[in-house]
């Protein structure tokens, strides 16, 4: 049989690399590699496979994706005898991580062990691919392809039983059907760049990394309307898009009247995922490239097909490996098609250089992007797409003989990913209401060009009764499983706040009253970080944090600037926790139930505040050691109580 492979996102970049594999116009044009199944949640077929290929995204708190978690706890089941019940099974993993998170690729590392102890077998020494390493995924996506190629043509040559490698082209079917248009499908489409009409086109089948990405298997995707935005942080800090640059929103959006229950149900903790969209001058700068300017307005409906020959086998049946939907309810107009489905700020993948390459009707442009997509000129194209933050709109205009027609550039185009926020709101004190804390992406790249995120644009030009469309899902952070009376330790710079505002905002609409004021049933101590303190900086929540201290549901406040602080060095959040190290260190070693939230940015700031608290438990137990505190703070972790 083929190989089949298993794909484990959160946001898509499994999906993406799956996709590559069955589809990559490079060096593996004549080998097909059959996806016997969608996700990895639904792994019936895995024992009928020869090899099993994962590909596996680890999120940032190093939990399994949501379309994994259910394979994840069938393989973790404690009946599953060890050593022996997947002897037959041989696997090949890639593991999508980023070593700016503490838990780099843990899940994927944590999956080759358990199939290891169960007695499966790795075809190919595992591959942990780094989003952070100079040559991104994309190297490492390409030396795993390689080495199992090479692999998967070792074992056919062998005669292995059970293992069957088609060597056959692949196509890729698309069918672009033009309607004309009408008055029923004008209802449907989206005729502006913001989400403004309840009648306008919804995103209602996105499905970036399966539908499991959304909240369990249960979310819905609803579309809620902007209420108020506000800026947090001071204009002069979001003057100039340099280093120093600043913009942190508050949006406020109402649940539509139409939204069920389950949809607008959230905890303290959870997250929330925006669909943005491409601004309006991106979208019309895509149609001059492009110069099918008339196409704009033309009517289509999409179906995707891959379907597999085996030229070998004449009675060999077509095989439907997929159907992709797009970002855009369909009927639509290729217009919103760009809009929505198509992300135009993406930074350029080998794949897609390699797919364009086809395109270009000038030879030095081709050469040019043969060479970027191959080996050979992985540095170089490093150089002009990462380093120098060019986008897909950028690489067109570079290459104006490419141009794809409708149809290919469907299956070329990156698609535009949701982005995950912390639900900055209380669903007890925030009645029908969903707060995000946002900060906006801006700068300056070396080619002296302003370039903005494609999120951060949309929310830019939100202004109210706008529409977003997003959905729920459940984070890792779970205040209601805690005791009344455990004390929460919570960590957030930045827009780190934005969870434990949340949680603050729920204590307080639940804490008893007394003699007039709030007492809090727990110790909450609190540690916020920010560059400037003044009513020119980026103290987000300010006047609220203080009320919160003043009617007594935070017990402590701590605030780190690492700027304009009068002390001549910059202070961080663990210079904090290290000053509070006794008092932290108790709390911890205390069997009250201590909770810990650490929210923000990634990089070094996590590992950092992970030493603080090592260094606080020896500092209240001066008998362990480093090792002793590591093994605690690593027990917090498995019980859900450090986050």
């Not at 394979?71 to 090949?92: D, H, K, N, T, V």
């Not at 019309?284 to 891959?306: I, K, N, P, Q, T």
């Not at 903005?452 to 009764?465: D, K, M, T, W």
């Amino acid at each position: 049989r083929n190989a089949a492979h298993e794909r484990g996102a959160q946001n898509g970049a499994a999906t993406s690399s799956a996709a590559c594999a069955n589809a990559d116009p490079g060096a593996y044009q004549d080998t097909a590699m059959e996806e016997s199944i969608s996700r990895i949640d639904e792994h019936e077929q895995r024992r009928r496979a020869g090899v099993l290929v994962l590909i596996v995204a680890t999120t940032g708190d190093g939990a399994a994706p949501a379309n994994m978690q259910r394979f994840w706890r069938q393989i973790r089941r404690a009946s599953l005898r060890p050593g022996g019940c997947m002897a037959s099974l041989r696997f090949a993993l890639l593991g999508l991580g980023d070593s700016a998170y503490p838990k780099f690729n843990a899940i994927a590392q944590r999956l080759e062990r358990r199939l290891l102890q169960l007695g499966a077998s790795a075809v190919i020494p595992s591959v942990f691919s780094d989003e952070s390493a100079p040559l991104g995924h994309d190297h490492a996506f390409s030396v795993f392809l390689s080495e199992l190629m090479s692999k998967l043509s070792t074992l056919r040559s062998e005669a292995i039983p059970g293992l069957y490698v088609k060597l056959a082209p692949r196509t890729r079917m698309l069918r672009v059907h033009v309607q004309s248009r009408s008055s029923e499908t004008s209802a449907a489409s989206l005729c502006s760049s913001k989400w403004t009409s309840d009648s306008a086109n919804r995103v209602a089948l996105f499905r970036t990394a399966g539908p499991a990405t959304r909240r369990d298997h249960s979310c819905d995707l609803m579309h809620a309307r902007v209420k108020s935005v506000a800026r947090l942080s001071g204009a002069k800090m979001a003057e100039k898009a340099d280093a120093d640059y600043r913009d942190v929103r508050h949006i406020v959006l109402s649940f539509p009247p139409s939204c069920n229950e389950r949809a607008r149900r959230y905890e303290p903790g959870d997250v929330v995922y925006v669909m943005p969209r491409n601004r309006a001058s991106a979208v019309d700068s895509f149609f001059e490239l492009m110069g099918f300017e008339y196409e704009r307005d033309r009517w289509m409906e999409v179906s995707v097909d891959a379907v597999v020959h085996d030229i070998s086998d004449p009675s060999c049946r077509e095989l439907c490996i997929s159907e992709e939907s797009l970002n855009v309810k369909q009927p639509c107009s290729l217009d919103a098609i760009v809009a929505a489905h198509f992300d135009l700020s993406a930074i350029p993948s080998r794949h897609f250089v390699a797919a364009l390459a086809a395109h270009a009707t000038n030879p030095a442009e081709r050469e040019r992007l043969e060479y970027f997509a191959s080996a050979e000129g992985a540095d170089d194209f490093i150089q002009y797409s990462v380093r120098e933050k060019r986008s897909i709109l950028l690489t067109l205009r570079d290459f104006p003989s490419a141009r794809p027609n409708v149809r290919d550039l469907l299956s070329m185009m990156p698609r535009m990913k949701p982005r995950a926020f912390s639900i900055a709101s209380s669903p007890s004190l925030d009645h029908d209401e969903l707060h995000i804390c946002a900060a906006l992406v801006k700068h300056t790249t070396k080619l002296r060009r302003v370039r903005e995120g494609v999120c951060s644009a949309f929310f830019r030009q939100l202004e109210r009764g706008d529409l977003v469309p997003c959905w729920i899902q459940r984070g890792s952070f779970r205040l209601a499983d805690a005791p009344p009376s455990a004390p929460l330790i919570l960590i957030g710079p930045g827009t780190g706040i934005a969870p434990i505002r949340s949680i603050l905002r729920e204590l307080s609409a639940h804490s008893e009253k007394v003699t007039g004021r709030d007492v809090p049933p727990r110790d909450v101590l609190v540690y916020f970080g920010c560059r400037t303190a003044g009513t020119d900086g980026d103290y987000l929540y300010k006047d609220e944090l203080h009320e919160l201290v003043d009617s007594g549901v935070i017990t402590s406040l701590r605030v780190a600037v690492s700027r304009g602080n009068n002390l001549g060095r910059k202070v961080y959040v663990q210079h904090l926790l290290t000053e509070d190290a006794p008092r932290i260190g108790a709390l911890l070693l205390a069997q009250t139930g201590v909770r810990v939230l650490v929210a923000g940015a990634a990089g070094s700031m996590p590992r950092e505040v992970n030493d603080a608290l090592c260094r606080a438990i020896l500092a209240a137990a001066p008998n362990l050691d480093r090792a002793a505190a590591d093994r605690i703070l690593r027990s917090l972790a498995s019980a859900g109580r450090y986050v």
